[in-house]
Structure formats: structure tokens, C-alpha cells
């Protein structure tokens, strides 16, 4: 079981560096979580790059239906963010010793309650997790 952060999601459904390692890893996953806040950041993404030029506001629109017909046909495993992914990712923020955001924090809680391989592109949430000694793995092109 893996747990995958915005930063796969993106690579999945976009073109870039780390598509085909994206599309490789999940093929290759015999069950895929996805969080609520993956799934929104997810749509903050293409939000942006439609705003920037990047992306047109039809292919945002395909893009986000083709995410939501995966998330609806069971591609991915939805995982709502109860009280305990917020207690555990304060705890890992109020250790002080890591560059903790919110986000990665409840990313790594998730991940680490789900006890699901976290599947990132983030070096330094891959950073962070290792520290936490949660199980990662970090897509990068050589």
C-alpha cells in the first residue's frame, strides 16, 4: 500500500520530468491512497498553472474529470483526515528540529498512520521522513 503526495499526483496527470516514473509506480501498486488534501492541493496545482499559462482552462477541465473518474472507479483509495492526522502532524511540528510546513506535516502523519509507503518527488519531505522513520520513497530522475 502506498500513499501518494501531491507532488506524484501532479507528475501522473501532467507532463514532466517524473511522468514516467509516476505512471510506472503507480502501475505497479497494488493499493494507492490518496488524502483529501492531496486531492485538493492536486486542483490548487492545476489551478495554478492555468492562471500562469501553463495549462488551458479545457485541459484543466479534462484533467480534474479524469482525476475524479479515477478517484470515483476506485483507482485510488480516498482517505479522509480525521482528528488523528492533525494531532500526529502537530507533534511532528512541535519537535522545532524540522522545515515543516502544515501540509507535508499532515502528509507524513497520513502516511505514517496509514502505515503506507509514502511515495513523494519532495526531497525534503522525503528528508523529513526518514528523520520521522516513516517509510518513503523518493521518484527522481537520475
Same mark, same amino acid.
Given at each position: 500500500?502506498?500513499?501518494?503526495? =501531491?507532488?506524484?499526483?501532479? @507528475?501522473?496527470?501532467?507532463?514532466?520530468?517524473?511522468?514516467? &516514473?509516476?505512471?510506472?509506480?503507480?502501475?505497479?501498486?497494488?493499493?494507492?491512497?490518496?488524502?483529501? &488534501?492531496?486531492?485538493?492541493? #492536486?486542483?490548487?496545482?492545476?489551478?495554478? $498553472?492555468?492562471?500562469?499559462?501553463?495549462?488551458?482552462?479545457?485541459?484543466?477541465?479534462?484533467? =480534474?474529470?479524469? #482525476? =475524479?473518474?479515477?478517484?470515483?472507479?476506485?483507482?485510488?483509495? /480516498?482517505?479522509?483526515?480525521?482528528? @488523528?492526522?492533525?494531532?500526529?502532524?502537530?507533534?511532528?511540528?512541535?519537535?522545532?528540529? &524540522? /522545515?515543516?510546513?502544515?501540509?507535508?506535516?499532515?502528509?507524513?502523519?497520513?502516511?505514517?498512520?496509514?502505515?503506507?509507503?509514502?511515495? =513523494?518527488?519532495?526531497?525534503?519531505?522525503? $528528508?523529513?521522513?526518514?528523520?520521522?522513520?516513516?517509510?518513503?520513497? &523518493?521518484?527522481?530522475?537520475?
Amino acid at each position: 500500500m502506498i500513499y501518494l503526495d =501531491t507532488s506524484v499526483l501532479v @507528475a501522473y496527470y501532467l507532463p514532466e520530468a517524473l511522468s514516467t &516514473l509516476a505512471q510506472q509506480r503507480l502501475l505497479t501498486a497494488s493499493s494507492v491512497i490518496v488524502s483529501e &488534501l492531496a486531492q485538493t492541493e #492536486f486542483v490548487a496545482a492545476l489551478s495554478l $498553472r492555468q492562471r500562469i499559462g501553463d495549462l488551458s482552462l479545457v485541459d484543466v477541465m479534462q484533467v =480534474t474529470a479524469l #482525476f =475524479t473518474n479515477h478517484l470515483a472507479s476506485g483507482l485510488y483509495v /480516498p482517505l479522509h483526515l480525521d482528528s @488523528a492526522v492533525y494531532r500526529q502532524a502537530h507533534t511532528y511540528i512541535v519537535r522545532y528540529d &524540522l /522545515p515543516l510546513k502544515a501540509p507535508d506535516a499532515l502528509h507524513l502523519a497520513a502516511a505514517a498512520l496509514e502505515q503506507a509507503l509514502l511515495v =513523494t518527488a519532495d526531497q525534503q519531505l522525503a $528528508r523529513n521522513a526518514q528523520t520521522l522513520a516513516i517509510d518513503v520513497e &523518493l521518484l527522481a530522475t537520475l
